[in-house]
């Protein structure tokens, strides 16, 4: 009701922030670094970057903010644009990889931290810039963690710039002692007690028992709208299914009226069309229940939930030594990502919290609070822009945290592997070239290796495919009729070839949008490989080479990019990584699944770990191009 009977200036007025707007201001004005601490949706994200504004700061230059999400970039950025009754795109707007709604206008920038990192290989002292919000400090990403030693030296560099550390938890003396003992602004608090309901008994599938309480919540509790954490899209698009089935089977058994319940998914690959309707007001009567990824723990703030149900889990970026590197994996959240999660219930009033795990789960076996990701990843990216930033010893660099050295140490291997770097660590010429490309170090080898091999309008295709979200679409209810659609595009070798193989066939069929719907692909995915396609061909800058249907040659392109995620056949179905020799199985999506076509080697693109180590985007290849590239990794037979 909020949101319909304020107007948008009162909504403003009525937020924490507003209460302490011109000391917070003051503070900024007399110091140049401030950190500011207040509870999630306290104004910090959308309102300190208008009070910059009308405080003077874009007269000369932009106020920036980074958010570690794309989502929030892309939705506050949105928000914003309304509140200050200008298009998005205009006075306000923002930046994420391969995607940049900024204009002349442009004063206010939401971004990416990514992004930003990527303006500093341009401008290392930002000079655009006249104020930086490093927003979400607390999730210490990893791009936010590396700009933080960037932006110290910025702030050195610059006497007129001004940063701005924005956290939602109390771990803000860390930032403030990073950068000398900066002042620490609090926004006054204003939120209401959250009642906190442990399972009595560990839950065998946390998806099923959300869902439980869902519907126990909707049909018995008074009004409110209910917020569910999961930990990625296919649970929570396998929760909203049973979330409808239910309320269809209530309604067409019971002759009462089951009340309206407005069933809305919220994760990072959600189109953001869809997104947007998680702050939508429900029609009349009607509840909210929005199932979510962590993404609505801090970084998205949305009023009127009452209801929090918290698996307990999330899904976390790891190194994984086993395997040599990154995976997703499920994990326990932290206490403080748990009582965050709990905090949601109680924004508009007195809410109820029901954790579906037991309150020793939460005291014994939950980590206090998150390992900040460069603890955790791989840092070939960092390594490669901190070396192209002069930046010669990494353990030199003023990481808050620094990153373990093995971590550094694998990621140069990994770097060294691919031709990035020489016998010394410093960036070869073709490193100094893979800099330029917003893509993790192996695509922009393959991108280069197009390049060499002549093929690089095939390879640019499969890269930006694989920039993009999956592009094939597979409703529930027609799941056999897409698959049947799906494997007319295999190439039967190569998955990468199969992604190349649609593209194609797209363009030859005009770049149609309803061509796509009649064969189950996303159009919008399609769209935006294309775009994709386009900004990496402006950064390559050179005459696109074709080897017409000779696709054998893409294949050693992938090759070559990707030998460090070479496998040999074992068994039906199943490989083993040449380098590590663990298992790894070929997913029955692929293309190379169940067709009869079982190559003694493969490359994958990523590993997937849900039931089992999954390869996901598999090609085969000679053993020759292996034993070509690396004879030192392979024993090839
Ligand atoms: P914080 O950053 O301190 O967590 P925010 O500035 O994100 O707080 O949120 C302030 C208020 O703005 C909240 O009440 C939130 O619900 C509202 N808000 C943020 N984004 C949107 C949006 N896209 N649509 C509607 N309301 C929004
Ligand atoms: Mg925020």
Same mark, same amino acid.
């Given at each position: ?34 950190? =500011? *601490? ?7 994200? &959308? ?13 000369? %230059?932009? *106020? ?6 794309? =989502? ?17 795109? +205009? ?39 006249? *104020? ?10 990893l791009?936010?963690? =590396? ?32 950068? %000398? ?75 009462? /009226? ?27 009567? /009607? !509840? ?27 899904k976390t970026k790891v190194y994984n030594p086993k395997m040599g590197m990154d995976a997703l994996q499920v994990f326990?959240?932290? !206490? ?15 809410? &109820?919290?029901? !954790? ?11 980590l206090?609070?998150?390992v900040p990701e460069i603890q955790r990843t791989n840092l070939g990216n960092v390594v ?18 620094p990153p373990p050295q093995e971590n550094i140490l694998n990621s140069m291997y990994q770097l060294w592997v $691919? ?11 073709? %490193? ?8 993790d170090p192996p ?56 992604? $190349? ?36 061909? +402006? ?25 460090h995620n070479a496998a ?8 083993v990584n040449c380098r590590k020799g663990m298992p790894c ?6 293309? $190379?699944?169940?067709? %009869? ?7 994958y693109?990523e590993l997937i770990l849900?039931?089992k180590e999954?390869m ?17 990794f392979?024993?090839?037979?």
């Amino acid at each position: 009701e909020f949101a319909m009977s304020k107007s948008i200036a009162e909504q403003r007025q009525y937020l924490p922030i507003y209460s302490v707007r011109d000391e917070l201001l003051q503070v900024i004005r007399e110091n140049q670094v401030v950190v =500011v *601490v207040g509870e999630t949706g306290s104004g910090k994200t &959308t309102q300190l970057t208008q009070y910059l504004h009308e405080d003077g700061y874009t007269i000369n %230059g932009l *106020v920036g903010c980074t958010q570690p999400r794309r =989502v929030a970039a892309m939705s506050v950025a949105k928000r914003v644009s309304e509140e200050m009754e200008t298009e998005l795109g +205009d006075k306000v707007g923002y930046a994420i990889r391969f995607e940049d709604v900024t204009g002349p206008n442009t004063v206010i920038k939401y971004m990416t931290d990514g992004v930003l990192l990527r303006e500093t290989l341009k401008d290392a002292d930002l000079d655009k810039y006249r *104020v930086i919000v490093m927003d979400e400090a607390h999730e210490r990403s990893l791009n936010t963690d =590396v700009l933080f030693g960037i932006l110290k030296k910025v702030a050195a560099h610059r006497r007129d710039f001004k940063l701005i550390v924005t956290s939602a938890t109390l771990n803000a003396q860390k930032f403030s002692n990073f950068f %000398g003992s900066a002042p620490v602004f609090h926004i006054p608090g204003r939120t209401f007690p959250v009642n906190i309901l442990h399972s009595k008994t560990p839950c065998e599938d946390y998806v099923e028992a959300a869902v439980k309480q869902a519907m126990t919540i909707h049909i018995t509790s008074p009004p409110g709208d209910i917020l569910i954490f999961m930990t990625g899209q296919e649970e929570i698009e396998a929760a909203c299914y049973a979330l409808a089935e239910r309320i269809d089977r209530l309604t067409s058994s019971t002759d009462k /009226a089951v009340p309206k319940l407005l069933i809305l998914p919220i994760y990072s690959q959600l189109p953001a069309d869809l997104q947007a309707k998680i702050f939508q007001k429900a029609e009349d009567g /009607a !509840r909210k229940c929005i199932v979510a990824t962590n993404i609505a723990e801090t970084s998205l703030t949305v009023d009127g939930i009452y209801y929090v149900i918290d698996t307990g889990y999330g899904k976390t970026k790891v190194y994984n030594p086993k395997m040599g590197m990154d995976a997703l994996q499920v994990f326990p959240v932290s !206490r403080a990502a748990a009582d965050q999660r709990a905090g949601r219930a109680g924004r508009t009033g007195p809410g &109820t919290c029901y !954790r579906l795990y037991t309150e020793s789960a939460y005291l014994d076996e939950m980590l206090a609070a998150p390992v900040p990701e460069i603890q955790r990843t791989n840092l070939g990216n960092v390594v490669l822009l901190l070396k192209s930033l002069k930046i010669e010893n990494l353990l030199d660099f003023d990481f808050m945290d620094p990153p373990p050295q093995e971590n550094i140490l694998n990621s140069m291997y990994q770097l060294w592997v $691919l031709g990035a770097l020489n016998d010394v660590g410093a960036l070869t010429d073709i %490193g100094w070239k893979m800099v330029e490309f917003p893509l993790d170090p192996p695509l922009a080898k393959m991108l280069l290796m197009g390049e060499q091999l002549q093929c690089l309008d095939e390879v640019l295709t499969i890269v930006s495919m694989l920039s993009v979200p999956s592009v094939f679409f597979r409703p529930r209810d027609r799941a056999e009729e897409s698959d049947a659609v799906r494997e007319k595009f295999f190439v039967p070798e190569s998955d990468h070839l199969t992604l $190349l193989n649609v593209y194609q066939q797209w363009k030859s069929n005009q770049y149609r949008g309803d061509w796509c719907n009649d064969h189950f692909l996303h159009v919008k995915g399609l769209r935006k490989a294309r775009e994709v396609r386009s900004q990496l061909l +402006d950064i390559l800058k050179i005459p696109v080479t074709s080897c017409g249907y000779d696709w054998d040659i893409v294949r050693k392109a992938v090759c070559s990019a990707y030998f460090h995620n070479a496998a040999r056949l074992k068994g039906v179905g199943e490989y083993v990584n040449c380098r590590k020799g663990m298992p790894c199985h070929l997913h029955p999506s692929s293309a $190379l699944y169940g067709l %009869g076509y079982t190559p003694e080697y493969v490359v994958y693109h990523e590993l997937i770990l849900t039931t089992k180590e999954y390869m996901q985007c598999v090609s085969a290849v000679e053993p020759q191009w292996l034993a070509d590239l690396g004879p030192m990794f392979f024993s090839v037979k």
